[in-house]
């Protein structure tokens, strides 16, 4: 536990290139992408100035992944961090973020643990286990960068309706979207 407490190491090169201290070899942005969704924490220092590169490395990882269309941030939310850098409020935003994305791993478990396991009255209603199986697919698709941090995991056997049940999620989010975007 101790081990993997402590970030890793990885350290940039002049030729830019990154280099894992744990295992002595070079690693790309990818990989370091697959060490943070496995749960690691990472530290990218400059070898030369010391300058620690961690941020700039990250919005690189979230910027590469939103251009491939792995999106993420909805355009309006990318235009108020955009915002956030030029008004007062750029103090206020970086601890709204952290407090929400804990809030959002903490709950995680909780969220799933309650669609499958304490009784409720709502079981009865005609639909609730079309919707409960949509929330189930709506969370694994948000959480699934994230590490799991324990509770109830999902059913493997839900998995193969998955592909349909974002795509309806993805269609409820947008609604959502634009409903509050008028409000």
């Known amino acids: 536990m101790a081990e993997t407490a402590k970030p890793l190491l990885i350290k940039r090169y002049a030729s830019r290139r990154l280099y894992n201290t744990e295992t002595s070899d070079y690693v790309t942005l990818e990989d370091i992408a697959g060490f943070i969704r496995s749960g690691r924490e990472v530290q990218i220092i400059d070898l030369k100035s010391g300058d620690d590169l961690t941020r700039q490395y990250l919005l690189q990882i979230v910027a590469e992944h939103e251009s491939k269309g792995d999106t993420v941030l909805p355009t309006n939310v990318l235009t108020d961090l955009v915002r956030a850098y030029t008004t007062n409020i750029q103090s206020v935003v970086p601890q709204f973020l952290a407090a929400s994305f804990e809030m959002l791993r903490d709950g995680q478990s909780k969220v799933l643990e309650n669609l499958t396991v304490i009784p409720n009255p709502l079981t009865a209603m005609p639909g609730f286990e ?41 269609r409820q989010v947008a609604e959502l979207q634009q409903k509050l975007s008028k409000l």
């Open 130 to 170: 079309a919707m409960r199986k949509q929330q189930e697919a709506f969370m694994k698709t948000m959480m699934g960068g994230l590490p799991w941090t324990g509770g109830a995991k999902p059913d493997a056997e839900a998995a193969p309706d998955a592909p349909q049940d974002i795509a309806e999620i993805k």
